[in-house]
């Protein structure tokens, strides 16, 4: 089964960055991330979204 969403340490692996630049992003509005209980998940499909969106990368690319 694919993986719908991240934790905050997968995510930070995906883009090769640090936790704490994970968390930074969080705070960031518009940043996705979704709070289910006490647990942080980021989807997938819209975190590559967003990283797309920061670099300039256009979604027919």
């Known amino acids: 089964m694919e993986k719908l969403a991240f ?5 930070a692996r995906a883009a090769g960055v640090s936790r704490p630049t ?3 992003w969080i ?3 518009g940043f996705p991330v979704a ?7 980021i989807p997938v499909e819209a ?3 967003w990283i797309n969106q920061q ?7």
């Open 35 to 41: 709070r289910i209980g006490g647990c942080t998940r």
């Open 47 to 49: 975190f590559k979204q």
């Open 27 to 29: 705070r960031i509005p």
């Open 55 to 61: 670099a300039g990368v256009s979604e027919s690319a």
């Open 7 to 11: 934790t905050v340490s997968e995510a």
């Open 22 to 24: 994970v968390y930074r």
